[in-house]
């Protein structure tokens, strides 16, 4: 019932990634989901009485819902674009495409299923469904912390998969995937800050002419 319970919220957050476009709120969004996504790992380490998947647990709470929240955070208050206001997909769209994508989650993710059909392996699909929330949100949003955000969303629904499905992952190989993903978020937010410095916007279409002076 936990599992189910943090997996619901888990989507949902992604879900809502797509619906806000002050970019404050969808730092607050990934700090949610960070928190969910550690509890969920908690919930898993409680339940398999694995100390190592608390510890992971605990990890991912540091990095995802404290360290990478911060950078983002930094990064709106340095930038003057706070709102994604010319999305490529509108809103109520985006909410429709939410709807197929998390259908088409839940119906490639059958196999998955029936590979570990337990409490856990029932909820792959949400896992599934938050990385294709997270690579719709990257091809569908123009500011390009829009699509840091795309990209967290991409990681943490693989996060979510593994750890649903496997029932974990050793400590070592997810803090080295989640300081990548840390170096990651800091490269682009200092190159957001640049492009913001240079162009005063962040708007990604407009610098594809871009050229070395």
Avoid: W, Y
């Avoid at 190592?52 to 991912?60: I, R």
């Avoid at 490529?88 to 299923?113: C, D, E, G, H």
């Avoid at 949100?137 to 123009?142: A, F, H, K, Y």
């Amino acid at each position: 019932m936990t599992i189910n319970l943090l997996s619901g919220a888990f989507l949902l957050s992604a879900v809502l990634v797509l619906h806000r476009r002050e970019l404050t709120a969808v730092v607050r969004i990934v700090v949610a989901q960070g928190v969910l996504l550690a509890g969920i790992a908690m919930a898993l380490g409680v339940h398999l009485r694995d100390v190592e998947m608390c510890l992971v647990a605990v990890g991912v709470l540091v990095l995802k819902a404290v360290v990478v929240p911060l950078v983002l955070q930094r990064a709106v208050r340095n930038g003057a674009d706070a709102r994604e206001a010319r999305p490529l997909v509108n809103v109520p769209a985006s909410m429709v495409a939410a709807t197929l994508l998390v259908l088409v989650a839940f119906l490639a993710s059958r196999p998955l299923i029936s590979l570990s059909p337990t409490p856990a392996g029932r909820a792959v699909p949400v896992g599934v469904a938050v990385m294709l929330l997270g690579f719709f949100t990257l091809v569908s949003r123009r500011r390009a912390l829009s699509q840091v955000v795309g990209f967290l969303l991409l990681d943490n629904g693989i996060s979510a998969t593994a750890f649903l499905l496997t029932g974990g992952v050793p400590l070592v190989v997810e803090l080295g995937v989640s300081l990548d993903v840390l170096l990651v978020v800091i490269v682009l937010q200092v190159l957001t800050a640049r492009m913001q410095s240079l162009h005063g916007r962040t708007d990604l279409d407009e610098l594809r002419e871009l050229r070395d002076s």
